[in-house]
């Protein structure tokens, strides 16, 4: 079969012959795949910097997506950690780390959507206490999960949700998502007072950024609470501004935040497959804005070099 194959870390996967994957474990059997997302988890994947990677190769990348399985039926699978991925003709899936979908789904649509999308699901459902009426600040608003984030934290109820990010141009288009207030992280003071004058009284902070503006931010808002015995839950989702991050102590002492983390670990498998079904059917029924582009697998190479700063998800279709 034809697969998407990384023969080295630090070099693009090429389109080239790979062996069929054969079913192995119990509840394993080969599908169709039609979808695959080209997220940052999958680069990371493919590069060998993920914290679960083990150096193993040749690998196909791709830890998610959408297939046909023998009986017709389409099914969003997420793999484990395997060197047999998503971005392939066929894949091996686990039945029970999959969703069977209805039959008019779009795949390219829910192969874009899950990952970023179970980002702020998962983390407002399992990580967080989080409450219909509450306030969400969501840092790094522009990506595909914090585009996301928006609509699912609106969805959740969210009173208000601040959204911010360091491209001005984009923002605008956030509000039409539903967020209530926008904020540029230009590293300006102005920015800063704005950013925690409308923090003053948030009650969840999603975060794709940390490393020096989760730093900034927190520098901002902490000292703008309007009650520093009202807990700020600091969810840590993603990285793409530094791994580590200067987070000021006194932040941690001035108010009542607590900072946790949502991911592969810190929520189980299992958790993460109770949310499954409900978040393929919002995105089945269309209750988000999704940006796809989907690109022949065979073009692998040109999708790895067009994805980063990409606004629109690249899904690549075997
Ligand atoms: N833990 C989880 O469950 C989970 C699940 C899914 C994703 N994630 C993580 O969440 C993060 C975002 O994913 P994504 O799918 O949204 O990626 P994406 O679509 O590539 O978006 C990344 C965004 O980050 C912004 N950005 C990059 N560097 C920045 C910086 N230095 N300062 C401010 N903004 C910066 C970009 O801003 P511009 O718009 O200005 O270019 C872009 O909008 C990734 O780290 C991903 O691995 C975590």
Redesign the pocket.
């Given at each position: 079969m034809k697969a998407a194959v990384v023969a080295s870390f630090g070099t693009a996967p090429r389109y080239e012959d790979f062996p069929a994957p054969a079913p192995g474990g119990a509840g394993e059997i080969v599908v169709d795949v039609l979808a695959a997302g080209l997220?940052?988890?999958v680069r990371?994947q493919a590069d060998g910097s993920h914290y679960t990677s083990t150096g193993e190769l040749p690998l196909v990348p791709g830890i998610d997506g959408v297939g046909r399985d023998a009986d017709g039926r389409l099914r969003y699978f997420i793999l484990p950690d395997t060197t047999i991925g998503a971005m392939a003709e066929q894949t091996v899936i686990d039945t029970r780390r999959s969703v069977v979908l209805p039959g008019d789904s779009d795949p390219v649509a829910v192969a874009a959507a899950m990952?970023?999308a179970?980002?702020s699901w998962?983390?407002l459902r399992q990580r967080v206490a989080f409450e219909s009426g509450q306030k969400v600040l969501i840092?790094?608003?522009?990506?595909?999960?914090?585009?996301?984030a928006v609509q699912v934290a609106k969805l959740f109820g969210a009173s208000e949700v601040i959204a911010a990010?360091?491209?001005a141009g984009?923002l605008p288009g956030l509000t039409d998502l539903g967020a209530t207030e926008t904020v540029v992280?230009d590293g300006s003071p102005e920015a800063a007072a704005q950013l925690g004058h409308a923090a003053r009284d948030a009650d969840v902070v999603i975060d794709?950024?940390w490393?020096?503006?989760a730093a900034d931010a927190l520098r901002a808002i902490i000292p703008a609470r309007a009650d520093d015995g009202q807990q700020l839950t600091w969810l840590q989702?993603?990285?793409?501004?530094?791994l580590t991050s200067p987070i000021p102590s006194a932040a941690l002492r001035a108010a009542r935040l607590q900072i946790v983390?949502?991911?592969?670990g810190s929520?189980s498998p299992r958790a993460i497959l109770t949310e499954l079904p409900a978040l393929a059917a919002e995105i089945t029924r269309g209750t988000f804005q999704v940006n796809a582009r989907a690109v022949p697998l065979a073009d692998v190479e040109q999708a790895w070099a067009d994805?980063?700063?990409?606004?629109r998800?690249i899904v690549l279709v075997p």
């Open positions: 997220h940052p988890r990371s990952n970023p179970m980002s998962v983390g840092l790094g608003a522009t990506g595909n999960a914090g585009q996301l990010g360091r491209d984009k992280l794709y950024l490393g020096q503006p989702i993603g990285s793409v501004a530094g983390g949502s991911g592969q929520v994805a980063p700063g990409s606004s998800r």
